[in-house]
């Protein structure tokens, strides 16, 4: 399809733009937040209808985000509102952490696997090593309501990781959904852009939760809808993946590397938070 590049500057401006408004709503309104995801459910038979969920990796995918984002919802109600009950209780307890940090684990391998089906090697080892040094919880992931956080999931991922974790998931999608690449960059580029704009890093899972169930919604409900207004299938060219693998995979062992010495001289108490252990402004 042969779309005026005017039309994906307005379009890609105008979809960035509204991602960034719904990451701050969702931030700023916790309890609409989790009816909203929860109701969104309730437009499964339109996922029927429109043909936009095919295939398992997409299943996987639409319930992978949507069911977790659910779940983010009544836990940073709890810890928000310091609900009482014992659900409510429950839900403000470590073991939170530890399925929210499985839950990004497995959303980054399944892709990695993905890349390893479609001969994305290099990428794959990229996407592998994401997971390896992934901050992990509880000691480095909190549900704040201090601070004016609103319930927020802070993850102490840092600007290096979630630059690497950005350019490997555009990889991934330019190899995987070719017509989809131009939208996806507006995900990516607002779950990036949003916590700098802030100051804070440790939002970026935030921001990437919220984007990602966002385009999944759509994509499962109006399956047509960025192929017509962004189709990127033209921009593929298998050079340009097999280079962008490579260079993701070497751009991340020193990485690894750092982070590995972070961990064995334990300065990741603090590196990882950039020296804000307890101070973070709002």
């Not at 909203?36 to 995918?61: D, E, H, N, Q, Y």
């Not at 929210?100 to 090593?129: H, P, R, W």
């Not at 299938?233 to 991340?252: D, E, H, Q």
């Not at 062992?253 to 990882?272: A, C, M, N």
């Amino acid at each position: 399809m042969n779309i005026p590049v005017w039309k994906y500057v307005l379009s890609m401006a105008s979809y960035f733009t509204l991602l960034m408004f719904i990451v701050g709503c969702m931030r700023k309104y916790c309890k609409f937040s989790n009816w909203f995801w929860l109701a969104s459910l309730l437009t499964f038979p339109i996922w029927l209808m429109s043909g936009g969920v095919v295939g398992w990796f997409r299943w996987f995918k639409i319930i992978s985000v949507i069911i977790p984002t659910i779940f983010l919802g009544f836990s940073r109600v709890a810890h928000y509102e310091k609900r009482q009950g014992k659900f409510w209780t429950a839900l403000q307890k470590d073991w939170v952490l530890w399925v929210l940090f499985g839950v990004l684990f497995l959303n980054i391998m399944e892709a990695t696997v993905k890349d390893l089906q479609t001969g994305n090697y290099f990428n794959s080892l990229c996407g592998f090593l994401l997971c390896v040094t992934m901050p992990y919880a509880p000691k480095f992931w909190k549900i704040s309501a201090e601070h004016g956080d609103r319930g927020d999931l802070i993850s102490y991922t840092t600007i290096a990781w979630n630059f690497l974790y950005t350019t490997w998931n555009l990889c991934f999608v330019y190899g995987e959904s070719h017509s989809f690449f131009a939208s996806s960059i507006c995900i990516l580029m607002a779950a990036e852009i949003y916590p700098i704009i802030k100051g804070r890093p440790e939002l970026y899972i935030t921001s990437r939760v919220y984007t990602l169930a966002t385009h999944m919604l759509f994509r499962a409900c109006l399956p047509n809808l960025f192929p017509a207004i962004m189709d990127s299938s033209a921009w593929f060219n298998p050079n340009v993946l097999k280079y962008w693998g490579i260079i993701n995979a070497i751009l991340i062992i020193p990485y690894v590397f750092w982070h590995t010495r972070q961990l064995h001289t334990g300065k990741s108490g603090t590196s990882f938070r950039r020296g804000q252990v307890e101070s973070i402004s709002f």
